[in-house]
């Protein structure tokens, strides 16, 4: 069975810092990537950051850029998400995202991703 466990959501002034991680049990995404996505509410599930498996290759949504890095740990199967200068606007449910195989399509996606963590919230005030 197939586990991703997020931890490191609260709550932080704008202008903070928070670091979230995602444990992965019962596989490897070695031909994937694990990704990160972001719900606010009213709102539907968008894309944050991905990183690509084997390369490490990294995609950030644009608003983003500069404030948050992703990256993963192999050795512990686990990827984190650091969010610096966070803003009110950062405040949502943030979920950890699997997928198997990177030629699955367009990582920006929530469709290609086969697992998904419970979510973790962070809410950011102003």
């Known amino acids: 069975q197939v586990q991703l466990v997020e931890s490191g959501g609260g709550l932080v002034q704008a202008g903070g810092s928070l670091g979230l991680s995602c444990a992965a049990s019962?596989?490897?995404?070695?031909?994937?990537?694990m990704g990160w996505f972001r719900q606010a509410p009213g709102k539907e599930r968008a894309f944050v950051a991905a990183?690509?498996?084997?390369?490490?290759?990294?995609y950030m949504e644009d608003s983003v850029k500069g404030r948050f890095t992703i990256s993963r740990d192999k050795a512990k199967n686990t990827v984190s998400l650091q969010m610096n200068s966070l803003k009110p606007e950062d405040t949502a449910v943030y979920y950890c995202?699997?997928?198997?195989?990177?030629?699955?399509?367009?990582?920006?996606?929530?469709?290609?991703?086969?697992?998904w963590g419970q979510g973790t919230q962070v809410t950011v005030s102003s």
């Open positions: 995202a699997g997928l198997t195989d990177i030629y699955k399509g367009n990582f920006y996606s929530t469709r290609i991703y086969e697992y």
């Open positions: 019962g596989r490897t995404f070695n031909s994937g990537a």
């Open positions: 990183i690509t498996w084997s390369s490490g290759t990294v």
